[in-house]
């Protein structure tokens, strides 16, 4: 989507863009996809969908073509899906996990759910606890530590990040 006329024309909005690389800014709604950028996305939407259709051939012992004829990017309801062979049976997670430790030959295993949920009353008094900060701070300071909160959290992140230099509140 190219939204920058929209975003100029309608909300005065213009935009400059820095990039470290070629494709930094590939995707953003300011400017249209250039050929070469389509390329890219095509191509990687056919070995994602080549992937696919390549586990689900093995899985089902079918060849790659069948499979492809079979999808051609359909979805299937479960009820079809089994008709045609693409499922074995219905369940969900549960039975999964059962069916999966019985082929493994496991009798005795756990499931440890992460990340592990806390207590609502913890979670609330963790809240109020960093609340009770803020309202002991001067006016002048609370914007400091809303910054650092801010730090502290993105800091966290084990992915690739983008950030604007402006942030956007909201009421």
């Known amino acids: 989507m ?12 213009t935009f400059d863009t820095y990039k470290t690389g070629p494709y ?7 400017r249209a996809l250039t050929p070469m950028e389509r390329e890219k996305i095509q191509k ?14 093995e899985g089902r012992h079918i060849t790659k ?8 990017g359909r979805v299937w309801s479960a009820v079809d899906a089994k008709k045609i062979g693409l ?6 997670l549960d039975d999964a996990v059962k069916l ?4 493994a030959g496991v009798d005795n295993y756990r499931i440890k759910e992460l990340p592990e949920q806390k207590e609502p009353l913890q979670e609330f008094l963790e809240e109020l ?40 509140v909201t009421d």
């Open 100 to 103: 999966a430790a019985k082929k």
């Open 65 to 72: 073509a069948d499979v492809d004829s079979i999808g051609q």
């Open 129 to 168: 606890k960093g609340e009770s900060v803020s309202v002991m701070l001067p006016d002048y300071m609370k914007e400091s530590l809303n910054t650092m909160r801010y730090i502290q959290h993105i800091s966290q992140k084990d992915r690739i990040q983008m950030r604007l230099p402006f942030g956007i």
């Open 44 to 57: 990687g939407v056919e070995e994602v969908y080549d992937t696919f259709i390549s586990h689900v051939a």
């Open 2 to 13: 190219n939204a920058q006329k929209l975003l100029t024309n309608k909300l005065g909005l």
């Open 87 to 92: 499922v074995d049976m219905f369940g969900g």
């Open 24 to 30: 930094a800014d590939m995707g953003l709604p300011t």
